[in-house]
């Protein structure tokens, strides 16, 4: 089996994807990204049969391009994989291209697409925003004349937050619009504003059906957590995942991936819980979640999630967990101000004190600049057979952490 592996960047979340993938027996991986193999580690880059650079992994050319050129040294490439939002839509159009089995370019257009994505929505009578794609400001104004404020404003192939906005208010409407200068090609996304929990739900589908699932809880939510840079926010896997509170999102979520046409693959879904209990959909993403939940999941099931996901993709093969554990839950440590980090308060205290609850973290560095990811500049992440345990914990450690940043 020869699988390629596409990323614009050598992430830290790539570099995970990788290691694991080039790990899986009977596969072998090659690589396709925009920068230079030698920035790899020396023991991931001998582990890789081939790697391709690009100049854009948003051009679908080149991206067909560079998985021709491995072929001719290695062999037919059987398999496409990408973990990147941004680019699911190209790699779709390269496999239709060189008859590569995997999801098509329709159907990922329709998880990319999110005026698309709410229309496939409401055709399937799943619950989700009221919503529409204005290609011009006249269309914007009609559509919060109807809804009223507050509304959400991104762009229709937006991926974690990135460019959204809550509005509140004409002004604040006129000022987005002037920036963002929607048009026909270039349409924006407004969505009614929808309050209560947010929440994801994360589907492994074979063959159209559902095989297994879990779930988080988001405190605050993504939205909230962009516009207000200083929270330390957290995600919670809650233990429970069975429970018969959750029977209503398995059913809508169900439905939301028929609805797009979900095949083969790892799904990220986001979804609110109204404040009358009433379940509505986000957006649902044909990748693996980020905010440290694929390894909140590795320490709920005490397995290894990377290397299930890879299997999945390669050869069609999923052994469902037979258990959850643990609850698990990820605290983010973000910090207050700009610049770079001169100081760190309470993290050391708190990792000796919760030492039988921490599996993981990543402390964060001295005169390192501010994160670009909303993720921040470290996390700690915790485990217990109760769910409580992991809130309790996950509170006391952005109750008692502090980053400091300065110029």
Not at 92 to 103: F, T, W, Y
Not at 120 to 132: D, E
Not at 182 to 198: A, D, K, N, T
Not at 388 to 400: F, G, K, Q, T
Request: glycine share 8%; aromatic share 8%.
């Amino acid at each position: 089996m020869l699988a390629v592996y596409i990323t614009p960047f050598f992430t830290e979340n790539a570099l995970i994807f990788m290691h694991h993938l080039s790990r899986i027996e009977g596969a072998r991986l090659a690589v396709i990204s925009q920068e230079p193999q030698e920035l790899l580690p020396v023991a991931l880059r001998q582990r890789l049969v081939g790697h391709w650079r690009v100049h854009d992994c948003l051009s679908t050319e080149q991206l067909l391009w560079a998985v021709e050129g491995l072929s001719h040294g290695l062999g037919k490439v059987q398999r496409l994989l990408a973990a990147n939002e941004h680019i699911q839509v190209q790699v779709a159009q390269v496999r239709e291209c060189l008859d590569i089995p995997g999801m098509d370019s329709a159907t990922a257009l329709k998880f990319r697409d999110k005026s698309k994505m709410k229309e496939a929505f409401r055709n399937g009578g799943v619950a989700c925003a009221r919503s529409c794609a204005a290609h011009n400001e006249k269309e914007a104004w009609a559509f919060v004349e109807e809804v009223g404020y507050p509304v959400c404003v991104k762009p229709v192939d937006g991926a974690a937050t990135q460019s959204t906005f809550r509005v509140e208010d004409a002004a604040s409407l006129k000022d987005v619009l002037r920036g963002s200068g929607p048009s026909p090609e270039r349409p924006l996304q407004i969505e009614e504003f929808i309050v209560g929990q947010e929440h994801s739900f994360e589907t492994v589908s074979m063959d159209g059906k559902p095989k297994w699932h879990s779930l988080t809880h988001y405190i605050p939510g993504p939205l909230e957590v962009v516009r207000n840079p200083w929270i330390q926010y957290q995600v919670i896997l809650p233990r429970e995942v069975d429970s018969k509170k959750y029977d209503d999102i398995r059913k809508v979520g169900r439905q939301a991936l028929k609805s797009l046409g979900m095949k083969t693959g790892l799904s990220h879904m986001e979804w609110f819980r109204r404040n009358d209990g009433s379940v509505a959909i986000n957006e649902v993403a044909a990748r693996p979640p980020g905010v440290q939940i694929m390894p909140l999941i590795n320490r709920a099931h005490d397995i290894d999630f990377f290397t299930a996901w890879g299997r999945l993709m390669m050869f069609d093969e999923f052994t469902p967990p037979k258990e959850r554990k643990y609850a698990a839950g990820c605290a983010f440590l973000r910090g207050l101000g700009d610049g770079r980090v001169t100081a760190v308060h309470g993290l050391d205290e708190v990792l000796r004190n919760m030492s039988h609850l921490v599996t993981d973290y990543k402390a964060p560095q001295l005169g390192t600049p501010k994160a670009v990811s909303y993720e921040g500049e470290g996390y700690v992440i915790v485990r217990h057979p109760e769910t409580h345990v992991v809130a309790e914990a996950l509170r006391d450690i952005v109750s008692n952490v502090r980053v400091v940043l300065m110029d």
